[in-house]
């Protein structure tokens, strides 16, 4: 319990500015983990393993703050929200989307990969907030960043792919859904 303790703390310390809430301390003590994307982590208390991709971790995260279990992947997280009239897209200014945004919500991407399902989502993680120099921030799951703690830049591009000869369709961020 101690060591717990003081990896929230130093935690805390990596990211000032941020309110202690569950989320958070949840979120931190899973980036104090160092465990990398698609690794195999058996949480508390569970008796197998879990794969920490993006959407599982958002899934342990919104189990353990909220008491529900999202469905499994990124795009059936979305189409659950949007059928629920909880899914708002991303509009084109930084500043509204800022003021809009609130901790806990799930932020969507799409075209990160090449999708084998419609609609195209293919990417999730949990907006944490902003820190003291305006910075927003967000946890979950993503490529060569590992499960953690990460920046959130709403207008930059994510992962991707070739889909025609010499075109790149680019990964972006479509919107949020407020749990």
Known sequence: MKRALLVVFLAAAAFPGLAQSE??????????????????WTPPGEPKPWKMDCSNTVRWLHRETHGSLLP?????QYL??????????AGTNPDRLMRELRRGDLLFWEHTYRPQRRPPVTHVMVYLGRDQAGRMW????????????HEFRP?????????FLWFRREGRFIGYARP
Do not use: I
């Open 23 to 40: 989320l958070e301390v949840r979120a931190r003590w899973l980036d104090s983990l160092g465990l990398p994307y698609n690794a195999h």
């Open 72 to 76: 499994r992947t990124s795009s059936d």
């Open 80 to 89: 659950f929200f949007r059928e629920r009239g909880r899914f708002r897209r």
């Open 138 to 149: 967000m946890a979950g799951s993503q490529g060569g960043q590992g499960v953690g703690v």
């Open 155 to 163: 207008k930059m591009r994510m992962g991707g792919y070739n889909w």
